[in-house]
């Protein structure tokens, strides 16, 4: 497995504190061709701790932001941020349908065509950009590597929706397990093929 090290943060994106890892946690980066990085770089004038340890880019291209030993402020409690490491997904999350130009259309603005999204209504929206099958293959490895290093158990939650009382999980899981306002991942996610195949050799 490759990962790319050219988006490595300096240390004013993240806190050299070490601390027991017990879950990864997956989310989106809500945006595409890296801009989410730029925007970690110009926030707060370049102290914006709300980052991610790694980026899988949406051809499935793995990305280390910092070593993930370290956290970031990419939650709001202080617990989470101290056991889990996040890995975020590039993809723009829910559309919207144009129907006068029969497309699709982020929340930023970007066009996609009926081939790009999964029709399924849930948190308030009816149209998800997909993963690309490239980003869930690296997920998988990815996750596989970090699980082993950090002794963290190599099994995932098997849907998207939220959980209550995950104050003890340990494993993978996703941040719409976390909190009901939270969409991702999104139903666009293979959830039975990512369960599947972590762990296997």
Not at 87 to 99: A, F, P, R, S, Y
Not at 165 to 182: F, M
């Amino acid at each position: 497995m490759v990962i790319n090290e050219s988006k490595l943060l300096s240390n004013n994106h993240y806190f050299e504190i070490e601390s027991i890892k017990k879950q990864i946690v997956f989310g989106n980066t809500f945006n595409h061709d890296m801009k989410h990085v730029i925007g970690w770089l110009h926030r707060y004038n370049g102290n914006y701790k709300k980052t991610a340890a790694f980026t899988i880019g949406n051809d499935g291209e793995i990305f280390k932001h910092f070593d993930p030993k370290y956290q970031s402020e990419y939650f709001n409690s202080l617990e989470l941020n101290n056991k889990s490491i996040v890995i975020l997904l590039e993809n723009d999350g829910w559309l919207m349908k144009n129907e006068r130009e029969n497309n699709f259309l982020s929340w930023l603005g970007y066009i996609y065509n009926e081939e790009d999204v999964v029709n399924k209504k849930w948190r308030g929206y009816n149209h998800w950009l997909r993963y690309n099958d490239n980003q869930i293959k690296s997920a998988i490895e990815l996750s596989n590597m970090l699980c082993q290093e950090f002794f963290i158990p190599s099994t995932a939650i098997t849907h998207n929706t939220k959980i209550e009382a995950l104050e003890d999980y340990t494993g993978i899981l996703y941040k719409s397990n976390l909190e009901k306002h939270y969409t991702d991942l999104s139903p666009a996610f293979d959830f039975d093929y990512f369960t599947n195949n972590i762990n296997i050799k």
